[in-house]
């Protein structure tokens, strides 16, 4: 339980913490399971950051784990956790929201901002919030539960706190700031989707030299709870060392989360189509039925088995064959997931690849979703494993050709946008040297082809995995040059 100092540390300066919760198995458990479930990626700004694919929301994210993943629902359900809790907060409480704070070297800051702010108006935009809170509560309540799973301090970034700031209304300043320059800039994983669109960021009206600043380093297993208007920040990683942190939100069930669903509307600021999200009722009672709430996801044994074999190819756990199975997983992955193939018949004359691929998955038409799924776990389970690092490339050709000025960055680049221009049959002027490959909507299997027939023109053998580590034209061409000069 909370003694009463530490009740009045919150009461006082919004937060409270370090407060030892979380066992060192514990801890274990959830930074196995995301560690066993991420690939590296390298985004355009040269961020190297753990990518996360949400297997329940369908779409890569740092965002809401525990929908999927015991470990981590277990985590925010921790009777130790919510006994605290509960005396802050009241006995009803919903888990709505998590999210992995992962800080690599050399990763940068996290801007001072507020929790409360972010889900009432930074929305998609400023009539649809993603929290509504009563109107009858006077004391609206977005709890943050900010849980270390490596030690954090101010070497590697630890969380700063403006202490009692949750006394004062900020004002927000939209706009005022270039989008790069964003809250969340210094992580890249965390954009919103306006800052992906560089359209949009925020500031507010706040000097941390009006305020006492409190950096609070916090060892594994530790948690710190802050309130929702409390302005926090957390430090540069300038170590060698990794810090990742995981972040449950709670609220009362009054508040009404993503009530826009109901009108059709089920895309959030992080890109999110949420028609899958559900909260938790980690304790008391909800009298007011506003909210999905549930204990875990919606997806059957099947379709759970089919996002972990998936996992498989994603984050490229194994071998896949130049041969027809190849094809196969492209097909019933479509298959499973889109159901009949309602494209008319491509011309193979015209378009051989895009002819291949259609036939690929028409093949299965009038095949159910869960037998597609059923097909394509047990055609992947017979695939060899293989080790997940990505291999430089390492023809010794390709280095010389880059030496001599024959094969360049803009090259490179030249050629895979051509190559995606004539895949997805669009103008090269819509292809985007840091736009990522998935935003262009490949699948699995035509990113493999992709990456095959780019080694083939290069000369050399390129990872399967290349473009979980790279993701766009840009970090990929240049990644290329680099890693091939390393070699001689
Ligand atoms: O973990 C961090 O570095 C920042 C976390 C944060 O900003 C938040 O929980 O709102």
Not at 126 to 149: C, G, H, I, M, Q
Not at 180 to 199: L, P
Request: proline fraction near 4%; hydrophobic fraction near 35%; include cysteine.
């Amino acid at each position: 339980m909370l003694t009463d100092a530490q009740i009045k540390h919150f009461q006082e300066k919004g937060w409270v913490g370090p407060i030892d919760i979380f066992s060192p198995g514990e801890i274990t458990k959830v930074r196995e399971c995301l560690e066993n479930n991420h690939k590296m990626i390298v985004e355009a700004n040269g961020q190297e950051i753990m990518g996360f694919y949400n297997n329940v929301l369908n779409i890569e994210t740092p965002r809401d784990h525990h929908l999927f993943y015991e470990p981590l629902a277990n985590m925010f359900r921790h009777p130790d956790l919510i006994s605290r809790l509960n005396q802050i907060a009241g006995l009803d409480l919903l888990l709505w929201y998590t999210n992995v704070f992962c800080k690599m070297p050399g990763q940068g800051e996290i801007k001072w901002h507020q929790a409360i702010e972010f889900y009432t108006s930074s929305d998609i935009d400023f009539e649809k919030k993603t929290l509504v809170y009563s109107p009858d509560d006077r004391d609206p309540v977005n709890l943050t539960v900010w849980v270390a799973l490596e030690d954090s301090d101010r070497e590697n970034g630890c969380m700063r706190f403006a202490n009692g700031s949750h006394r004062k209304e900020f004002e927000i300043l939209q706009g005022s700031i270039p989008a790069e320059e964003g809250v969340f800039a210094g992580i890249s994983a965390h954009k919103t989707v306006w800052q992906r669109k560089q359209e949009y960021s925020l500031s507010y009206d706040f000097d941390e030299n009006d305020w006492e600043i409190e950096e609070v380093p916090v060892k594994a297993g530790q948690v710190v709870i802050f309130t929702e208007r409390v302005m926090h920040s957390s430090l540069p990683n300038h170590s060698d060392r990794r810090r990742m942190a995981i972040i449950g939100r709670y609220i009362r069930p009054h508040t009404k989360v993503y009530p826009y669903r109901l009108k059709g509307d089920f895309i959030d600021e992080n890109g999110h189509n949420i028609k899958r999200h559900f909260n938790i009722l980690v304790s008391g009672r909800d009298r007011y039925e506003y909210n999905v709430v549930r204990d875990k996801h919606d997806l059957d044994e099947t379709e759970v088995k089919f996002q972990v074999t998936s996992n498989l190819i994603r984050f490229g756990r194994v071998e896949i064959p130049e041969d027809k199975r190849k094809l196969e997983i492209y097909g019933l992955e479509k298959q499973a997931i889109e159901g009949d193939c309602q494209e008319q018949e491509i011309n193979p004359i015209l378009h051989p690849r895009k002819y291949i691929e259609w036939q690929a998955w028409n093949q299965f038409k009038g095949i159910s979703r869960e037998k597609a799924m059923k097909m394509y776990c047990e055609l992947v389970s017979t695939l060899p494993r293989k080790d997940t690092q990505v291999s430089t490339a390492n023809n010794i050709d390709v280095a010389r050709k880059v030496r001599k000025g024959q094969l360049t960055v803009a090259s490179i680049q030249n050629w895979l946008t051509s190559y995606l221009a004539e895949l997805l049959e669009i103008d090269v002027d819509e292809i985007e040297e840091n736009t990522p490959f998935e935003r262009y909507g490949l699948s699995s299997s035509e990113a493999i082809t992709l990456i095959s027939d780019l080694g083939d023109w290069l000369g050399c053998e390129l990872p399967p995995t290349l473009f979980y580590s790279y993701s766009t034209i840009g970090t990929v061409a240049e990644y290329l040059c680099q890693a091939s000069l390393a070699k001689v």
